[in-house]
């Protein structure tokens, strides 16, 4: 891709370049190597998306990890332990923030996925338009684990890969594989590591050449036609993340983690 912008700010959450046919490439900048989201990477993201929006030059948008372990590797656990019902309600307020900005681009959005894409990942990940797979992606909703409920855009799983399937990741914290992925519906495509990126391009180079103008009016239609419950449905599971705060589980599974993390 040869880039006739390029957006980058160090504090900011990602780096976003616009090709000259209009393609806005955005990759996670914030977070280490795991590309980890805190409440402050997830709203300064946020204000990133609402930007690009504004960009009438942009005609497709292309979201991908740093590095090679992760898309998203998750939201941060040492901030999510050290939350209050109060606290946690501002938290994770912020990350539906960002995936709210995800979902209300005007243009077609394609998550290139690669590694491991886990719990706010495969929500931010499930707001976008499509989703093409490395071979060797997994992907996670593993908050039961810790003592929290999986929230904000999980709401959108079952509509993407069924309630059965959508129940089976949230209720048990399992991963399942690229392969399966596909198989279930919550990728498009799967392809071998290296090709990733091309396929990607490809793909968004195709809906750039489509009507501008058309693709934004069909943004629009589909956007209006999602299930009126979902809006309803992420904000009451604010409230509800808030309230699994009052029991001491959240703080004691993740102190446990997070020790053996340091051993």
Request: proline share 5%; glycine share 10%; aromatic share 4%.
């Amino acid at each position: 891709m040869n880039p006739d912008q390029s957006l980058c700010n160090p504090a900011e959450a990602a780096t976003i370049e616009i090709s000259a046919d209009g393609i806005a490439t955005v990759q996670f900048a914030a977070g280490g190597p795991l590309n980890i989201i805190s409440s402050s990477t997830a709203l300064s993201l946020a204000a990133q998306l609402r930007a690009l929006a504004g960009n009438d030059a942009v005609r497709v948008v292309v979201f991908k990890g740093a590095g090679t372990k992760t898309f998203v590797g998750g939201a941060d656990i040492r901030e999510l332990a050290a939350l209050t019902p109060q606290s946690a309600r501002r938290f994770i307020a912020a990350l539906s923030e960002m995936c709210e900005a995800a979902r209300d681009l005007p243009v077609p959005s394609i998550c290139a996925l690669q590694g491991w894409c886990i719990g706010v990942g495969l929500e931010f990940a499930a707001s976008c338009d499509l989703r093409i797979a490395a071979d060797d992606t997994r992907f996670v909703m593993p908050e039961v684990k810790i003592g929290i409920p999986s929230v904000i855009q999980g709401a959108f799983l079952s509509r993407l890969i069924g309630e059965g399937h959508a129940r089976w990741l949230m209720l048990t914290g399992e991963a399942i594989d690229a392969q399966k992925a596909q198989a279930w519906g919550l990728v498009s495509d799967v392809v071998p590591r290296p090709e990733l990126e091309a396929a990607a391009q490809a793909l968004a180079a195709g809906l750039a050449g489509l009507s501008a103008s058309g693709m934004r009016a069909q943004k629009r239609v589909l956007r209006t036609g999602e299930a009126p419950h979902l809006d309803g449905s992420i904000r009451h599971s604010i409230e509800i993340f808030g309230a699994a705060y009052e029991s001491a589980d959240p703080a004691n599974l993740m102190g446990e983690f997070l020790s053996r993390k340091a051993r």
